[in-house]
């Protein structure tokens, strides 16, 4: 079998392309880069854009199956539309053009933010492609409506996939962004400090990617999104300070409101917009919303559909995180 994934040089992406080429599958990559380390293991690299349709094209033909991980992610930004909606386009329409059969879309809990905390939520939460609080959130919501709708049992098999919050050893975002801050003296406790949150180890995350493959050559996932974590919630700032403590960082004691911090995000949004100033703003109201707020949601139709189980060590996994983070 010769699959394709996109994004294969990110850091879900790369684990997907590992568990790929552990089954004795064909992996083609394509990315922005080169990806020397993929290369070395024997994937077949098309640099290119997910804009470029020609490229992807050529990176999607003679593939049986396709996942598409890549994604443009974050806080800020006005280029999202572009990769995260016409890119996912380009995919889909190479797909049904070249005869793929299987297609796994990596989207994100994101798509179904409504300012509400989310206790226990399943994938009967309505999408939100009218977020106007996230633009990445926005439009992986657009994408992930026209990837299910698109779902044709007899010809191009869909499903998506919305791990929350994927972390581990090469995590490039959630962890060095939080410590980085930290070690600045800037970050706080936003709202009470007692909101839980999933979380997602990205062996577990790759995992259901290919379990997604198998269900939908069996025909029990098509047309449907699940939500992915690592099988029970935590208390989001217990579980960062008892990261810190770990790595010898200052607990995080003080706090501030909800309401101040959603407030804070639109001023700081205003300023950034109005002086189009460079990098991402300190504080965004859809980030105050998601730090103050409980985010999480049931597996269940994951276990059900895919035979999804995270059955990783949790413990051992943040044994390896930490160290990795010490010897950096």
Not at 26 to 40: K, L, T
Not at 100 to 111: F, G, H, Q, W
Not at 300 to 310: C, I, K, N, S, V
Request: charged content about 25%; glycine content about 10%.
């Amino acid at each position: 079998m010769k699959v394709l994934v996109t994004g294969s040089g990110g850091f879900l992406g790369s684990e997907v392309v590992t568990l790929l080429l552990a089954r004795g599958y064909q992996v083609r990559g394509y990315g922005r880069s080169p990806q020397p380390e993929n290369v070395d293991r024997g994937v077949e690299v098309h640099p290119g854009n997910l804009t470029d349709y020609d490229a992807v094209t050529k990176a999607v033909d003679g593939c049986d199956a396709v996942f598409h991980v890549a994604a443009k992610a974050g806080i800020w930004g006005d280029d999202f539309y572009e990769t995260n909606v016409t890119g996912s386009r380009n995919i889909l329409k190479a797909c049904q053009e070249q005869g793929v059969s299987r297609l796994v879309y990596t989207s994100t809990p994101s798509v179904v933010f409504s300012g509400k905390p989310f206790e226990g939520g399943d994938e009967s939460l309505p999408l939100n492609p009218d977020n106007e609080l996230s633009p990445y959130a926005k439009t992986k919501a657009i994408a992930e409506g026209e990837m299910i709708a698109a779902h044709a049992p007899d010809k191009l098999r869909i499903c998506a996939l919305r791990p929350h919050l994927i972390w581990g050893v090469g995590d490039p975002h959630l962890v060095p962004r939080v410590v980085a801050k930290a070690k600045t003296g800037r970050l706080r406790i936003v709202g009470e400090g007692d909101n839980q949150v999933d979380l997602t180890h990205v062996k577990n995350a790759a995992q259901a990617h290919l379990l997604a493959l198998d269900a939908l050559e069996k025909g029990t996932a098509g047309g449907k999104a699940y939500f992915l974590s690592d099988g029970a919630p935590v208390s989001l700032w217990k579980w960062i300070n008892d990261l810190f403590a770990r790595l010898e960082v200052p607990a995080i004691e003080k706090k501030i409101s909800a309401n101040a911090a959603f407030k804070l995000g639109g001023v700081c949004e205003w300023l950034w917009r109005t002086f189009k100033l460079s990098g991402e703003p300190p504080m965004t109201r859809f980030v105050a919303t998601e730090l103050a707020k409980s985010h999480w949601f049931s597996i269940e139709a994951a276990r059900r559909d895919l035979g999804y189980e995270p059955a990783l060590d949790l413990d051992e996994a943040m044994n390896d995180l930490i160290a990795d983070l010490q010897s950096q």
